[in-house]
């Protein structure tokens, strides 16, 4: 069974064939990073601009790909949410207007999820597991008890991980995303040269980062002679040990010993490595999707929508993008 996936959630156009809820036939991401770049941020109209007119030729490039037709399409699904609207839109309306066209059954996915399975398309890790989601919108962690069945125990009150890492590129002058620049600069850098705070909420796995930020920016001010690797490491460690920390401690505290990470700030080269190594001091799993497969990509969405659809899950016509969507169990 073949699964047209499709996510224009954000600055990334992509449509992705994936057989049997698992097997990569074909995953097209075409990025905007050059439209982007020199805004220091994604510019949400240039972003919807784009996508309508990558969507066809990416769409296309997939179907290509996988030397499909749309007969033998078995599903479209399409990230509705949560993400930039005007993106979001192309998206929807290219999905609704396939499925119309060709009489393909619909089907909706929330593209958080996407990123918590993603992992499914390489690894088929036991429920249940602790997923650690960190993109440039969310940091959200779940206990996840199945396909469809997602517990929030604890999420980000300000600023995203992912957001921090493109801020503070900006702040040390480089373009976005900033997560690539960090993790690259921080290999030549000392990260226990400053000591940036690690905030954490009491009596919760909350996470807080505009601190953070914040901190980095009066630093720079305070000392502009600092090489930039120091700055970029240390406040690249100070992210690391937050994530890691709260991640292994819900695991610890909820006696699961399977950690999943996804979600573009799961390709850091640093934290890939330290949460391995602090997890499985006490004995806990960490699964990692390769780098390609935490950014966004339509392989997760249509890994998600495989078992939306055996489910009987279809969407219908009227469905609409919604930017703001929290990540529910299928039973509400
Ligand atoms: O999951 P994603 O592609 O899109 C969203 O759903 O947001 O995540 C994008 C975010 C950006 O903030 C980007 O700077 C960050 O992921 N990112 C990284 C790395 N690669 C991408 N952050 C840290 N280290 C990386 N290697
Ligand atoms: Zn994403």
Redesign the pocket.
Known sequence: MLILGIDT??D?TSAAIVEDGGKIISNIVSNQDEIHEKYGGIVPELASRRHIEMIWPVVREAMNKANASFRDISAIAVSHGP?LIGSLLVGVCFAKSLSFVNKIPLIAIN?LEG?MLSIFLEATPEFPFVALVV????TNIYIVNGFGQYTEVGRTRDD?A??A??KVSKLLGFGY????V??ALSLKGDPSAINFPRASIRGCYDFSFSGLKTAVLNYIKKKPQTPKEDIAASFQAAVVDVLTDRAVEVATKKGINRIVLS???S???A?RKKIKLVAEEKEIDVLLPS?HL???NAAMISLAAFHHFINGNIADLSLNPKAYMPLVSADG
Do not use: K
């Not at 993109?135 to 969310?138: E, R, V």
């Not at 995303?177 to 690539?180: A, D, H, L, S």
């Open positions: 959630s954000c990334d993400g593209h990123h993109s440039g919108g969310h995203a992912g957001e890492f493109d995303p900033g997560g690539p960090i993790d979600g573009g700030v390709a850091n080269s934290l780098p935490c950014t966004d």
